[in-house]
């Protein structure tokens, strides 16, 4: 028996993850809010590209997720932290709803 083909492995962890994010998407705590379901989308996207999570920076993503200019003063612009509590809220939300709980492997 040959060992299973890694590439292989990795597609369908990736289009399991792709499958959940769609699920969450979808679900009522992400329908009422573009904000949250871009960030999410992007964040998920990044990650399953294969980029190192230490890239993912706050300045990224607001020039990628909400369109600000390259040079925007963060401190002064918090979308990207306030969008980021709010998305941690509703997963932690969708998460917690014993439904979504049970269908967790």
């Given at each position: 028996?040959?060992?299973?083909?890694?590439?292989?492995?990795t597609e369908k962890r990736r289009a399991t993850?792709?499958?959940?994010?769609?699920?969450?998407?979808?679900?009522?705590?992400?329908?009422?809010s573009q904000r949250c379901c871009h960030?999410?989308?992007?964040?998920?996207?990044?990650?399953?590209?294969?980029r190192p999570i230490h890239e993912l920076k706050e300045r990224t993503l607001g020039v990628e997720v909400f369109h600000k200019?390259?040079?925007?003063?963060?401190?002064?612009?918090?979308?990207?932290?306030v969008t980021a509590n709010e998305v941690r809220k509703r997963l932690a939300q969708y998460y917690g709803n014993a439904h979504h709980s049970e269908n967790l492997t």
């Open positions: 028996m040959s060992a299973p083909n890694c590439d292989a492995l993850a792709l499958k959940e994010l769609a699920n969450v998407l979808e679900s009522e705590y992400f329908r009422g960030f999410l989308e992007y964040s998920v996207h990044f990650v399953l590209d294969g200019a390259g040079d925007y003063d963060t401190a002064q612009d918090n979308i990207v932290r």
